[in-house]
Structures are given as structure tokens and as C-alpha cells.
């Protein structure tokens, strides 16, 4: 954030090089950890981020999901006396300079699954901002859509649920206005994401700059509170960047990706 002070959203699974990575980033200490909701693949190296890195504030959905892995990451919270909260629909922070705004859960739950109890927060920094969904699928947009009557604007958007049909719609896209839409996936995993809807929608939507880690690996987006800039650890070729999610497993061995990176700048406009 502007102040220097690092927030985290989610952990991925466990053995995941979530410490390493940020360690590379030069960070020592967490501001706020947020545990969008408890399926391992998102909170599965928070112990091991808890023991690595000081974190003053923990964000957690408040999902009762009975596993080891969630029970192990509220034990460890516990015992090193992180401030814990679990944030609804409506509550609003600002730290570092940047405002977190929790657009969901609601007060109650809207079912017994947890990717509908994820917390969704905006960021906002300057006249930038960017949406972090979680796994948020349509029951969850469809009550933050009439519960958020100023709208959903954001100039990045983290697609819900790994690029998953059920994450991001059209009214999604319609709601959200992202001029950039980034995927956090793994290349050939067991859930074929991301799913040919979504690539149809964003092939059908030219205005959008698609990035994904399954293809691109590690993606980075810098706000100077103006516009956003985004690099991408690998480059790829444009008529690969909207293959599925099958599709690329099926062409793992000829993926024809360069170890260079790149990086393309974003104005803000029209949010």
C-alpha cells in the first residue's frame, strides 16, 4: 500500500510459495489478512503465513466449515493473539491509504456453501479501484447487485471462483465495468477452469484485457491511484490467452509461452 504496510487476500493451499513470494516482495509484516472463506485452496498456507510474518489484523467470512484445515488456521490466530473480526455487507475500512469495502457476506448466510459466504472487498486507492470476489458465485452477485445500489464499479476484477461459469456472468460484467479481469488458476487442474462460458464472455467482450496465472504465471497490477499497471511473469501468444481450461491441458506440452514477461498500462475511464 502507499504507506509501505501489505495486506493479503487469500493464502492458496498449503505448499503453496505464498511466503516466498511475498518474502521477494519485501515484506516483513502484514497489515490485514483476509481469509476470503474456508475450501483449503485458499486458506491452506495460512498457518504457515501466520508463522512466518507478524499480521496485525485477520479478516475471516465466518463460515462454519468444519475441516483440520480451518480448525488449524483459527487455532493458530488464537494462539497468537491476532486481532480477528468477520466483516459484513456494508462495513468499510481505510488502511494505508487504501479504503477496503466489504460488499459481501450478509449479516446471515445465503445457503450452506461456503463460496457464497466468501468475502468480496473493493479496494480503492486514488481514482483506481479493484475487486477481489473470492469464490462468490450468482447467488452471492445477485444479492450484492440489489443490495449495492450505487453500483459495483471496479477498473480490475479478481473473477470470481477461478473463472468458473457460475462466478462471472454477463450482469457481472454489466455491474462491475473491469477494463481488466484477472484469473487465478492452476493450468490442468481438476475443475477444467477456466470454463468455456467464461472465455466466450470475455471473447465476446473486447473492451476487457484478460490475464491469467495458469498461463502467465504470476500476475502483478500497480496503482499509482491514476491508472493501473499490469505485468505478467510469462508472455503469451494472443490466440492462447482464451483457450479453456481443458484446452490447455490438453496442450501443456507444446505451450509456446516465453520466459519474458510483460507489462501494459491501464487508464482509469469510465467507472
Not at 54 to 67: A, I, L, Y
Not at 167 to 191: E, K
Not at 214 to 223: H, K, N, W
Request: hydrophobic share 35%; aromatic share 6%.
Amino acid at each position: 500500500m502507499p504507506d509501505g504496510e501489505a495486506a493479503l487476500i487469500d493464502s492458496g493451499d498449503r505448499g503453496a510459495p505464498t511466503v516466498e513470494l511475498l518474502r521477494n516482495y519485501g515484506v516483513r509484516q502484514i497489515r490485514l489478512v483476509i481469509a476470503t472463506h474456508p475450501h483449503s485452496d485458499h486458506i491452506g498456507e495460512m498457518r504457515d503465513i501466520l508463522r512466518s510474518f507478524k499480521v496485525d489484523e485477520f479478516w475471516d467470512s465466518g463460515f462454519n466449515h468444519p475441516t483440520r484445515t480451518y480448525g488449524d488456521m483459527l487455532e493458530e490466530i488464537r494462539d497468537r493473539g491476532v486481532k480477528f473480526a468477520t466483516p459484513k455487507r456494508g462495513f468499510s475500512s481505510e488502511i494505508g491509504g487504501v479504503l477496503f469495502e466489504v460488499l459481501n457476506p450478509p449479516e446471515q448466510p445465503l445457503d450452506d456453501q461456503p463460496n457464497n459466504a466468501s468475502i468480496v472487498v473493493r479496494l480503492t486507492y486514488g481514482d483506481t479501484r479493484m475487486l477481489f470476489a473470492g469464490d462468490a458465485e450468482v447467488r452471492a452477485w445477485a444479492e450484492m447487485f440489489a443490495a449495492n445500489t450505487e453500483g459495483l464499479a471496479a477498473d480490475l476484477l479478481k473473477a470470481a471462483h477461478h473463472g468458473s461459469s457460475n462466478g462471472t456472468t454477463r450482469q457481472v460484467l454489466d455491474a462491475v465495468r473491469p477494463s481488466i479481469v484477472v484469473v487465478s488458476c492452476g493450468r490442468g487442474n481438476d475443475y477444467h477452469h477456466p470454463h468455456p462460458n467464461f472465455i466466450r464472455l470475455l471473447r465476446e467482450t473486447p473492451a476487457v484485457s484478460l490475464f491469467r496465472t495458469d498461463l502467465q504465471g504470476t500476475v502483478s497490477a500497480i496503482s499509482d491511484g491514476k491508472g493501473i499497471d499490469v505485468g505478467t511473469e510469462r508472455t503469451i501468444g494472443a490466440d492462447r490467452l482464451y483457450l479453456t481450461g481443458d484446452e490447455v491441458a490438453g496442450k501443456l506440452a507444446s505451450d509456446g509461452g516465453s520466459d519474458g514477461g510483460s507489462r501494459r498500462k491501464h487508464a482509469r475511464g469510465g467507472k
